[in-house]
């Protein structure tokens, strides 16, 4: 089946503008989280849904950062104002429920911030 | 001290040789541990995940898990240069905390 899908996979926009990034799971999967990747980390957690609610945003780095699920299935991570320090690779991953079960990892979203 | 260390390399071996990637971790609390494999510019793949005490093989990947040491390891057998990678060794803590906490990753390179 299909897998994890992001958009758009690269994002190139200036300082001080608005960014939204989107996530659609694998079919079926109530559980969906966003990390973010710099050049040489591995993946820094941001937010986990399940369902329609946040179950855990203790990983967003400030108010600029919020995150939606309004039917339990898409995503969509909206930045405001973005800054230099923005820039990263954007991951969406799913899983079945949560639990310790395997998350799959999405493409990602590459984000500039000139 | 990270939550989640490991040795960034490159850890550079020659194809057919066995590669040993290492991972340890704070939180003595954490129930399930996983590798990623990535390759530059693209997403991590799961490669393996282990949950208790011991080894788990899964064909040229076995996974070693030592709670009592906080210490997790992947063993690549007969390593070929498509194994050439970031491997991400990432932990999922204790009851309702789902999110996965990854290391840095090591960079392994196969050599001809």
């Known amino acids: 089946g299909a897998g994890v899908s992001q958009t758009p996979s690269n994002k190139v926009t200036e300082k001080g503008k608005y960014v939204e990034l989107r996530c659609d799971p694998i079919?079926?999967?109530?559980?969906l989280y966003w990390y973010r990747q710099s050049l040489g980390q591995g993946p820094e957690f941001l937010i986990y849904?399940?369902?329609?609610?946040?179950?855990?945003d203790s990983g967003l780095p400030n108010d600029r950062f919020f995150a939606v699920r309004p039917e339990g299935s898409v995503s969509t991570l909206k930045i405001q104002r973005t800054e230099r320090g923005d820039s990263a690779v954007y991951l969406c991953?799913?899983?079945?429920?949560?639990?310790?079960?395997?998350?799959?990892f999405g493409p990602g979203t590459r984000l500039l911030v000139l | 001290q990270k939550e989640v260390e490991q040795n960034s390399g490159p850890l550079s071996v020659p194809e057919g040789a066995i590669a040993s990637l290492n991972c340890t971790y704070s939180?003595?609390?954490?129930?399930?541990f996983f590798w990623y494999r990535q390759y530059s510019g693209k997403s991590p793949e799961l490669i393996m995940s282990?949950?208790?005490?011991g080894d788990k093989e899964d064909g040229r990947f076995t996974a070693q898990l030592n709670k009592a040491s906080q210490y997790v390891s992947l063993l690549i057998r007969d390593s070929q240069p498509s194994d050439s990678a970031t491997y991400l060794c990432?932990?999922?803590?204790?009851?309702?905390?789902?999110?996965?906490?990854f290391g840095t990753g090591t960079r392994l390179q196969v050599t001809l």
């Open positions: 991953a799913s899983s079945v429920s949560g639990g310790a079960e395997t998350q799959y």
């Open positions: 079919s079926g999967h109530t559980a």
């Open positions: 849904f399940q369902g329609t609610g946040a179950a855990d």
């Open positions: 939180d003595r609390g954490s129930q399930s």
């Open positions: 282990i949950y208790s005490n």
């Open positions: 990432a932990v999922k803590g204790y009851g309702t905390a789902s999110k996965l906490t």
